[in-house]
């Protein structure tokens, strides 16, 4: 039962937020990672569920794990952590770029080392208030509504942050757009100056031979 309210909660979850949710299979100790382009000084919260890809498998899997690592875009580790079968995971990242979430089965069950294949879903929020699937299914209109002003609030600092990473990645990109044109430029000059000198150096040569020769 317990099982069931927490897959209900986590589809819950996923409708009422604008959230980078998914799900996919994961392999007996294998390793799935995906990068999120996430801004500086933001706050990024993961929740998960782990279960059998075959529905027919028991509801309570106590033997399945989920071991989390997460790498900045220098590939630095912020975080590396070992969970149970479902569960959330937080971190807060350092600098703007690509961050790296990755997740590797830890489970040690006999059967699924024989090749049993498993479903992971996965929600991943940003912004400095998330919707708690229990703060979501909460009964008082009034503090469920003022929750979800304070995240509609957060959602839209965090699009803040968003425009301004974009507009700092815009600004990169055009000075090395400008620096190669640049050196393109510099490159056909000096191209050109080359031909010309070999030009004259062959004019010369000419001149000299027919000389040499008294053919002029």
């Given at each position: 039962m317990e099982m069931a309210t927490w897959k209900a909660g986590f589809l819950m979850l996923c409708c009422l937020t604008v959230t980078s949710g998914m799900f996919f299979d994961l392999g007996p100790q294998e390793e799935r990672c995906i990068i999120e382009e996430i801004p500086q000084d933001t706050l990024v919260t993961g929740y998960f569920l782990l279960e059998y890809w075959d529905t027919m498998k028991k509801d309570s899997s106590p033997h399945l794990g989920l071991t989390v690592t997460v790498r900045d875009p220098s590939h630095q580790v912020l975080m590396s952590k070992r969970y149970g079968s479902q569960g959330k995971f937080t971190f807060t990242s350092h600098s703007s770029g690509q961050h790296f979430l990755c997740l590797k089965s830890n489970s040690t069950r006999f059967s699924i080392f024989a090749g049993d294949r498993l479903r992971?879903?996965?929600?991943?929020?940003?912004?400095?208030?998330?919707?708690?699937?229990?703060?979501?299914?909460?009964?008082?209109?009034?503090?469920?509504?003022?929750?979800?002003?304070?995240?509609?609030?957060?959602?839209?600092?965090?699009?803040?942050?968003?425009?301004?990473?974009?507009?700092?990645?815009?600004?990169?990109?055009?000075?090395?757009?400008?620096?190669t044109n640049g050196k393109v430029l510099w490159w056909a000059v000096v191209q050109t100056a080359i031909l010309l000198m070999v030009g004259f150096w062959q004019v010369k040569r000419l001149k000299d031979f027919l000389i040499e020769k008294k053919l002029v």
């Open positions: 992971l879903h996965l929600d991943v929020q940003m912004g400095e208030n998330t919707i708690d699937p229990g703060a979501a299914r909460a009964k008082d209109t009034v503090k469920n509504m003022e929750y979800v002003l304070r995240h509609l609030i957060d959602q839209v600092l965090y699009i803040g942050k968003q425009q301004d990473f974009q507009r700092e990645r815009e600004e990169m990109f055009r000075q090395m757009s400008e620096d």
